[in-house]
């Protein structure tokens, strides 16, 4: 695909290392790009680095330059099909910079995706990075952690309160680095009772003039719960002082980890007429 210098969505992106002296091992990107027919697209990845010695930051690193370079050298014709090579493309390389490095052993890393063409989302994930969309003064979590924490969630071996304060919160069930390619998770949950493959269909969901995406590492969402997440978002005026608002809550509630926030959003109004849509999206990529 062809790199552009302007997308057509509006974004915001803050990341802080806390307040705890962590050095920051989380790790974005955001790049606009126009695909072969001619529709824009904009591709955000954001990665949360695991392993001690700086090798977290390391592999978060590996994490985002791969996946980045493996949306901007496909054709753009299968989006989940592209992050899913990515993706396995950067685990392959965390693991064999791991297994060449002793202070880099067992390093590994999250990702989450998101891929917008024209204003159809498709999204794709590893570990407990996550990504919401706010539409209609609501908030919907559209991934599912893979943690231990979450399997024991659904198996009602622990109750949602539990699961705030439980010692294996962060213990991650898939990650990128490890021996095994990770199962890229493309599930995409739109409504509460969706099962899997209803989730896995919503690839491709229209997003609706002013949704919100939010992508973000677990930094804020061990501080911050959905709710506060959505009133801080949709009471500020700009996306900006939304982005700063969450890292300054996660930051006043003791910071304990690195915090990251994406956020993407549809304009208000789009043209209403196809002819006028691509004289718009040509207008924002300044063709």
Known sequence: MKRVQRSHLKVEAQ????????????????????????????????????????????????TVNYIVEGVTQSSGKDPLETMQSAIHTASQAIASRSAGNASQEGMGATCACVWVEGSRLYAAHVGDTRIYLVRGGKIQRLTIDHTWVQEALERGIINAEQARSHPNVHVLRRHLGSVELPDVDFRLVLASGEDDQQARNNQGSVLLPSDILLLCTDGLTDLIWDDEILRLITTRNSLKSAAEDLVARANERGGHDNITVILIGVPKQRPSDGQHRKGFFRSLLGQ
Not at 29 to 35: G, I, P
């Open 15 to 62: 990341t802080h290392p806390g307040m705890v002296g962590k050095t920051n091992e989380d790790r974005y990107a955001v790049t606009a790009y126009a695909s072969e027919a001619g529709e824009p697209v904009l591709f955000a990845v954001l990665s949360d680095g695991i392993g001690g010695h700086r090798a977290g930051e390391v592999a978060a690193e590996l």
